[in-house]
C-alpha cells in the first residue's frame, strides 16, 4: 500500500466526488467539511471565500486525518479512555444539534418583546457600567452586563467603596459608564431571550424523557442518593 502522503500528493481535479478537496488513504476530505472546520469564522461570507485561510483549514484536517488513521492502525479507539471520550463528544454535539433544531423551530421575539426585556435589565443594557477593583492581591475588571439582573451593584459601586464579591472584598478605584448601543442591545437581547427559550424547552425535553422511567438509578445513588 503507498504512503498516505504519497496518496495525498496524486489528488488532483479527476477526483470522482467535485466537493473533495484531498484524499488521505481513501478518505475524503471535502470542502464542506473545510469549511464547518473555520470555527467562529465560517458564519462570515469573507472567511469562506478566503482561499488562503481554506487551504491552511484544509492542511490541518490532512494532518489531522493523517494521525487519526495511524491511531486507529494501532487499534486505540479500544483504548478505555478513547471510548469514554468517544461518548461524551458524541452526546455533546447530538445536544448542540438539538439546541440548533429548538431555536430554528421556535418562534422569534417580537419588538415589544425584546424591548420589554432591555428595560426590565437597565444595568445590563442602558445603564450598563464597568468597575476598576484592586485588592491586596491584585487588579480586576467586573462589567455590569455580566452580573445577573437581582445582583445589581450600581449603589455601591462608587470609587474608593469597598465591595463583595464571591467573598472577597474589593476597592472601587475606577468605574467607567459604558451603555450597549440601541441596536447592540436588542441583537443581544434576542440572541439571550432564544437562549433561554431553548434551555426551557431542553429542560421540559428532559423532565418527559424522566417521566417515562428511563432513568433508573443503584440505591443509594441519584437525586435521592446520600
Request: charged share 30%; with cysteine.
Amino acid at each position: 500500500m503507498a504512503p498516505s502522503f504519497l496518496l495525498i500528493a496524486a489528488c488532483s481535479d479527476s477526483m470522482g466526488n467535485e466537493q473533495a478537496l484531498a484524499m488521505v488513504d481513501g478518505s475524503e476530505i471535502t470542502h464542506r467539511e473545510v469549511v464547518e472546520n473555520l470555527g467562529s469564522a465560517a458564519s462570515d461570507p469573507t472567511d469562506r471565500a478566503d482561499f488562503t485561510k481554506l487551504n491552511l483549514t484544509l492542511e490541518t484536517l490532512v494532518k489531522r486525518r493523517l494521525l487519526a488513521q495511524e491511531a486507529k492502525r494501532k487499534n486505540l479507539q479500544k483504548d478505555a479512555t478513547f471510548h469514554f471520550a468517544m461518548r461524551r463528544a458524541e452526546e455533546v454535539l447530538l445536544i448542540e444539534a438539538l439546541q440548533r433544531n429548538v431555536a430554528k423551530t421556535m418562534r422569534k421575539p417580537d419588538s415589544g418583546e425584546i424591548s420589554a426585556y432591555i428595560q426590565s435589565q437597565p444595568t445590563r443594557f442602558e445603564r450598563r457600567y464597568r468597575l476598576f477593583l484592586a485588592n491586596g492581591d491584585g487588579q480586576s475588571e467586573l462589567d455590569s452586563f455580566d452580573l445577573p439582573p437581582d445582583n445589581d451593584l450600581s449603589a455601591q459601586a462608587i470609587v474608593g467603596n469597598e465591595i463583595v464579591i464571591g467573598g472577597r472584598r474589593w476597592t472601587v478605584v475606577r468605574r467607567l459608564e459604558d451603555p450597549i448601543k440601541p441596536q447592540n442591545a436588542r441583537r443581544l437581547a434576542m440572541d439571550e431571550m432564544i437562549q433561554r427559550h431553548v434551555q426551557n424547552a431542553l429542560a421540559g425535553l428532559e423532565s418527559k424523557r424522566r417521566s417515562k422511567g428511563v432513568v433508573r438509578y443503584r440505591t443509594g445513588w441519584g437525586p435521592s442518593g446520600r
